[in-house]
């Protein structure tokens, strides 16, 4: 008996996933033959299918037209994300914790922060053209901004989220100031601080799309942009699902390392 | 009483310390640095601030006006995008049949960046209004279809169960049970989707645009003239908080059974 239920809920599930492929493949087919066989809309305005695979196996090896290949961009992309996401984090966490357990810290750094926090980073980018060029610092500094926000705010609200038993228990267990933050409210604050991390990355991702359209000689929203004034929409489809790829890749790699450290559950 | 009035007295106490003390370095640093070369003192931009409200920046626009265009475009999108948003959000999590066939094409748009379609909607849609709603419809649509679907897959069976015992309909259940426990969800994806949105707006107008509050920062840009860009910035940073107090509000209204974190 309850194996049967299994095996007709296993059947269940099988079709919906053979539903889901027929879909994908459905929406291939519709967008093949509108493009490629009747041709309903112009090919500079949408490619078939076929066509964006073609470019973006040949953006592998191809300088043309913009300058670099794929991989290339991507790396140029990625360094400044990195750079700027890194720094952003490394100063963002702490202080937001500092924020959140000292109340001196709060005072003096709160009132700033809540002037910084509403402006979108994106609005900052001609700021940092003006200051810095079109230059690598540029787009790092506009990173960090975009990153340090959500940091801060996150692995704030993380501290002050902190159960008040659990530090009355540690409290009477002896535990110093110190130890209470280290070894109860940092570890409960955890999975907000990774929600924070997350967002940071998607925010600053944003942001670096933002100034590379707006300003740059490299990158993979320069791809799209080079896309765009050329009417090539296939490069720009290629940018824009290589982009795409990329999150989906770092969001994998966000769910395994917060899988490895962080315990209990994962912040709303 | 007396000492929560006392607290807060204190903490705007620090609070304008703070402000002050920024507005001061900042002027210091513009008056006696080579920072002054680059950037506007405070009060110059306060008062070009002032004289834009009366004055045009660019052509005939005022900020006021520059600020209208930029939310009326938003307004559009976002408001497009709730709609479409909540509708696929909700079919995707109580239908199986909807799920299957829409949610692999959604996971191939959600992880693209929004600011990503400008160049394809401007190849698509031309400059004009449409490539701009456009984008600031994917803006919002993603971010609330996600919440919308989280909240619509975690409606409590027990509740609906309860519901179908004392008689109600599938449409009775779904109006009394499905919606208003997922509107929390919604809410929470359209806060997001808002901030997302306004966001977008200014990305767009960026890119390509002859009006709008983020056309004034480019302009200035290109002008270079810091001040205006400051000027911009400023009011970006007081309608985005606006628009997020505007939220928060309509949810505590609309949904007072059930507030989400302070």
Same mark, same amino acid.
């Given at each position: 008996?309850?194996?049967?239920?299994?095996?007709?809920?296993?059947?269940?599930?099988?079709?919906y996933?053979?539903?889901?492929l027929?879909?994908?493949?459905?929406?291939?087919?519709? $967008?093949?033959?509108?493009?490629a066989?009747?041709?309903?809309?112009?090919?500079?305005?949408?490619?078939?299918?076929?066509?964006?695979?073609?470019?973006?196996?040949?953006?592998?090896?191809?300088?043309a037209?913009?300058g670099?290949?794929?991989?290339?961009?991507?790396?140029?992309?990625?360094?400044?994300?990195?750079?700027?996401?890194?720094?952003?984090?490394?100063?963002?966490?702490?202080?937001?914790i500092?924020m959140?357990?000292f109340?001196?810290?709060?005072?003096?750094?709160?009132?700033?922060?809540?002037?910084?926090k509403?402006?979108?980073?994106?609005?900052?980018?001609?700021?940092?053209?003006?200051?810095?060029?079109?230059?690598l610092?540029?787009?790092?500094?506009?990173?960090?901004?975009?990153?340090?926000?959500?940091?801060?705010?996150?692995?704030y609200?993380?501290?002050?989220?902190?159960?008040?038993i659990?530090? $009355?228990?540690?409290?009477?267990?002896?535990?110093?100031?110190?130890?209470?933050?280290?070894?109860v409210?940092?570890?409960?604050?955890?999975?907000?601080?990774?929600?924070?991390?997350?967002?940071?990355?998607?925010?600053?991702?944003?942001?670096?799309?933002?100034?590379?359209?707006?300003?740059?000689?490299?990158?993979?929203?320069?791809?799209?942009?080079?896309?765009?004034?050329?009417?090539?929409s296939?490069?720009?489809l290629v940018?824009?699902?290589?982009?795409?790829?990329?999150?989906?890749?770092?969001?994998?790699?966000?769910?395994?390392?917060?899988?490895?450290?962080?315990?209990?559950?994962?912040?709303? | 009483?007396?000492?929560?009035?006392k607290?807060?007295?204190?903490?705007?106490?620090?609070?304008?310390?703070?402000i002050?003390?920024?507005?001061?370095?900042?002027t210091?640093?513009?008056?006696?640095?080579?920072?002054g070369?680059l950037?506007?003192?405070?009060?110059?931009?306060?008062?070009?601030?002032?004289?834009?409200?009366?004055?045009?920046?660019?052509?005939?626009?005022?900020l006021p006006?520059h600020?209208?265009?930029?939310?009326?475009?938003?307004?559009?999108?976002?408001?497009?995008?709730s709609?479409?948003g909540?509708?696929?959000?909700?079919?995707?999590?109580?239908?199986?049949?909807?799920?299957?066939?829409?949610?692999?094409?959604?996971?191939?748009?959600?992880?693209?960046?929004s600011?990503?379609?400008?160049?394809l909607?401007?190849?698509?849609?031309?400059?004009?209004?449409?490539?701009k709603?456009?984008?600031?419809?994917?803006?919002?649509?993603?971010?609330?279809?996600v919440?919308?679907?989280?909240?619509?897959?975690?409606?409590?069976?027990?509740?609906?169960?309860?519901?179908?015992?004392?008689?109600a309909?599938?449409?009775?259940?779904?109006?009394?049970?499905?919606i208003?426990?997922?509107?929390?969800?919604?809410?929470?994806?359209?806060?997001?989707?808002?901030s997302t949105?306004?966001?977008?707006?200014?990305?767009?107008e960026?890119?390509?645009?002859?009006?709008?509050?983020?056309?004034t920062?480019?302009?200035?840009?290109?002008?270079?003239?810091?001040?205006?860009i400051?000027?911009?910035?400023?009011?970006?940073?007081?309608?985005?908080l606006?628009?997020?107090?505007?939220?928060?509000?309509?949810?505590?209204?609309?949904?007072?059974?059930?507030?989400?974190?302070?």
């Amino acid at each position: 008996m309850n194996t049967e239920k299994l095996n007709t809920a296993k059947k269940q599930k099988r079709k919906y996933q053979v539903i889901s492929l027929l879909s994908v493949c459905v929406f291939l087919l519709v $967008w093949y033959l509108a493009t490629a066989v009747f041709e309903l809309v112009p090919a500079y305005s949408l490619p078939s299918p076929v066509k964006v695979l073609e470019t973006f196996i040949t953006k592998f090896h191809s300088k043309a037209p913009d300058g670099a290949t794929l991989p290339k961009h991507f790396i140029s992309s990625l360094q400044v994300a990195m750079s700027g996401y890194v720094l952003g984090a490394v100063i963002g966490v702490p202080l937001g914790i500092a924020m959140g357990w000292f109340k001196v810290v709060d005072k003096i750094i709160r009132p700033v922060f809540d002037l910084l926090k509403p402006i979108p980073p994106i609005a900052l980018i001609p700021v940092m053209i003006v200051v810095f060029g079109i230059s690598l610092q540029a787009k790092a500094v506009l990173i960090f901004f975009s990153t340090v926000i959500p940091c801060i705010l996150n692995s704030y609200s993380g501290i002050r989220q902190t159960k008040q038993i659990h530090l $009355w228990v540690s409290q009477t267990f002896g535990a110093s100031n110190m130890q209470m933050l280290f070894t109860v409210a940092i570890p409960s604050a955890l999975p907000m601080i990774f929600a924070g991390l997350r967002v940071a990355m998607g925010s600053s991702w944003m942001a670096l799309v933002a100034a590379e359209l707006l300003a740059s000689t490299s990158g993979l929203g320069y791809l799209i942009s080079i896309g765009r004034s050329l009417l090539r929409s296939d490069l720009i489809l290629v940018g824009i699902f290589s982009l795409g790829m990329i999150n989906i890749v770092i969001t994998a790699i966000f769910n395994v390392v917060e899988k490895r450290f962080v315990r209990g559950g994962k912040a709303e | 009483m007396k000492i929560k009035l006392k607290e807060m007295g204190n903490s705007l106490f620090f609070s304008l310390i703070g402000i002050a003390a920024i507005l001061i370095l900042w002027t210091l640093g513009v008056k006696f640095t080579s920072v002054g070369l680059l950037l506007p003192t405070p009060l110059e931009v306060l008062q070009r601030m002032a004289y834009t409200f009366s004055n045009a920046i660019g052509r005939e626009l005022t900020l006021p006006m520059h600020l209208a265009v930029s939310l009326r475009r938003v307004v559009i999108g976002f408001s497009l995008a709730s709609v479409c948003g909540v509708v696929l959000g909700i079919a995707m999590g109580r239908f199986r049949m909807v799920e299957a066939v829409c949610k692999p094409l959604f996971e191939l748009v959600r992880p693209i960046p929004s600011v990503a379609w400008i160049p394809l909607a401007i190849v698509w849609f031309g400059i004009g209004e449409t490539a701009k709603t456009f984008i600031i419809f994917m803006a919002g649509f993603v971010n609330i279809v996600v919440n919308t679907y989280a909240g619509a897959k975690q409606v409590d069976e027990n509740m609906l169960g309860v519901a179908y015992m004392l008689g109600a309909n599938e449409i009775q259940a779904f109006f009394h049970v499905v919606i208003p426990s997922c509107v929390p969800y919604i809410f929470a994806g359209m806060q997001v989707g808002l901030s997302t949105c306004w966001m977008a707006v200014l990305a767009a107008e960026m890119v390509s645009s002859t009006e709008g509050i983020g056309w004034t920062i480019t302009a200035g840009q290109e002008n270079g003239d810091m001040t205006q860009i400051f000027v911009g910035i400023i009011a970006i940073a007081v309608v985005g908080l606006l628009l997020a107090v505007l939220m928060r509000w309509a949810e505590r209204v609309l949904c007072r059974w059930r507030v989400r974190g302070k």
